[in-house]
């Protein structure tokens, strides 16, 4: 049975920074197998792919919102996804997900498809006071 796990969640003031981590156990495949990928979601609004990195970390795509600000990484010995985040912004206050891809990496902007992930965790909740 695959598990998602994310943390390191919390709540921080405006300018503030945290660091997500997403542990994957379970896979039939290699962890290096597939491109990872962070979600966020906000109450009232849709699922939103932030940031993705492809099965060898040298790839990442970031969607506009938090380019510059965010830093997604992997560690694929150790089977485990991180986010930085940095200069947060009261708009970034949603539950964050981690998600497994089908994929090893993704053409154009197919990384922020929800279809193109076949496992997600329960998510961490990120709050920023302003």
């Known amino acids: 049975q695959v598990q998602v796990v994310e943390s390191g969640g919390g709540l921080v003031q405006a300018g503030g920074s945290l660091r997500l981590s997403c542990t994957v156990t379970g896979l039939s495949s290699d962890f290096d197998d597939h491109a990872m990928a962070w979600f966020r979601q906000a109450p009232g609004k849709q699922r939103e792919g932030i940031s993705e990195?492809?099965?060898?970390?040298?790839?990442?795509n970031y969607a506009d919102s938090v380019k510059g600000r965010f830093t997604i990484s992997r560690d694929n010995a150790k089977e485990m996804l991180y986010l930085q985040m940095s200069s947060l912004k009261p708009e970034d206050t949603a539950m964050y997900y981690c998600?497994?891809?089908?994929?090893?990496?993704?053409?154009?902007?197919?990384?922020?498809?929800?279809?193109?992930?076949?496992?997600w965790g329960q998510g961490t909740q990120v709050t920023v006071s302003s």
């Open positions: 990195i492809t099965w060898s970390g040298r790839g990442q």
């Open positions: 998600a497994v891809s089908r994929h090893t990496s993704h053409f154009g902007n197919s990384w922020r498809s929800p279809v193109n992930y076949i496992y």
